[in-house]
């Protein structure tokens, strides 16, 4: 090929004139490569803008780069082949390079389908349990199948290297030993993916759930095979081990449903009526627009000779919006209490004892 561009060059070694026409060949091809690349994927993305859906979008710029360079393989492969002796070079590298584009092109797929799946999952809407649930099984079926995955794409790279396939051979061949081997050396990596089936399967956990663990309160923000990531409410994350959640007791505020209880407790004088603040907290939390008008309630729940234990017991949406419920009813019913009732407000009371009945003790 060369030689006809460059007369000057045919009296060169043959194995030079090989490695330049191989670099032109390959140069031109990789060119071409990336023109076909640009002009299909110019012509889906007019098509994916003209969709009224976002998936298509999703698709194309997971796939953007693995399809180009599997393209680039492509055209090498194309080339290699009308040189015998590069043709053997690529056919070595070929076993590590082949694997590799499949594997991220797959994986590209696998990512895509599921974002577009979870466009359907909206979990800002107030009932959104199914929604988190769906996420959830999103969310762990691609760790699960990344993890596959790059499991078999390593596999099929560590074969084509001839002395990895016979150790292979040889371990296959006395499959005990290969059992016990295997087992010994995937045994944290087999865990961890069996406990991401199971938290899966069982569900105890799901993506935006309110948890309390270890006494800390905070949200499910991400879920993988290995570990769970909790957003406390001060913005820090609590990095949790999956068997965690499967081993280990915890609270989860939004299993069924994200609507709660909550209570505001207040302390009083033991001779305050109960009536006027009764009637107070329920001005208060009917005004109030984080209550969902489920539940109001007032009670004496504990006597003392100082004070009187009250719990106003309150409802709302989520734990969030009762969170600040609360909150607002404890402070307007503390001001309402030392601007009204006055003496409702608890104190210790001392009784003066007269000389003369300090005598009359004493007899």
């Not at 071409?32 to 110019?42: E, K, M, P, S, T």
């Not at 078999?152 to 292979?168: E, H, N, Y």
Request: with cysteine; net charge negative.
């Amino acid at each position: 090929m060369l030689e006809n561009i460059w007369p000057n060059l045919a009296n060169q070694p043959a194995w030079l004139q090989q490695t330049l026409d191989f670099l032109v060949a390959g140069g031109i091809a990789v060119a071409i490569a990336f023109v076909v690349h640009w002009l299909a994927f110019r012509l889906l993305s007019a098509l994916a803008k003209a969709s009224e859906s976002e998936s298509d979008n999703i698709l194309l710029q997971r796939l953007g780069r693995p399809t180009l360079w599997g393209l680039i393989a492509l055209a090498l492969v194309l080339v290699a082949r009308e040189q015998p002796a590069l043709d053997k070079t690529w056919d070595k590298v070929a076993g590590f390079v082949m694997p590799a584009l499949i594997g991220w092109i797959v994986i590209a797929i696998v990512h895509a389908l599921v974002e577009a799946m979870k466009l359907r999952s909206d979990i800002t809407v107030a009932n959104n349990l199914e929604a988190r649930r769906r996420r959830t099984r999103l969310a762990m079926f691609s760790r699960i199948a990344s993890f596959i995955i790059v499991f078999v794409t390593v596999g099929l790279m560590l074969l084509s290297i001839p002395g990895v396939r016979d150790i292979g051979v040889t371990l296959v061949a006395s499959a005990g030993l290969a059992g016990l081997a295997v087992g010994a050396a995937a045994q944290p990596a087999l865990k961890s993916l069996i406990g991401g089936v199971q938290l899966a399967i069982t569900e105890p956990i799901n993506i935006d759930d309110v948890v309390i663990i270890d006494g800390e309160w905070g949200r499910i923000e991400d879920i993988r095979t290995t570990y769970v990531v909790v957003k406390i409410w001060d913005e820090r994350r609590l990095v949790v081990p999956t068997s965690k959640f499967l081993e280990d007791v915890f609270e989860n505020w939004t299993k069924q449903t994200a609507q709660l209880l909550g209570t505001v407790f207040l302390y009083l004088d033991p001779a305050t009526r109960m009536g006027p603040v009764r009637a107070e907290f329920e001005r208060q939390v009917r005004a109030h627009e984080g209550w969902d008008g489920r539940v109001q309630k007032l009670q004496v729940t504990d006597t003392t000779p100082e004070a009187l234990e009250v719990r106003l017991t309150m409802s709302a949406q989520d734990a969030g919006t009762l969170f600040g419920l609360r909150c607002d009813i404890r402070e307007g019913m503390s001001d309402w209490i030392a601007e009204n009732l006055p003496g409702a407000i608890v104190r210790r009371r001392y009784l003066r004892v007269e000389e003369d009945d300090r005598e009359q003790v004493a007899a």
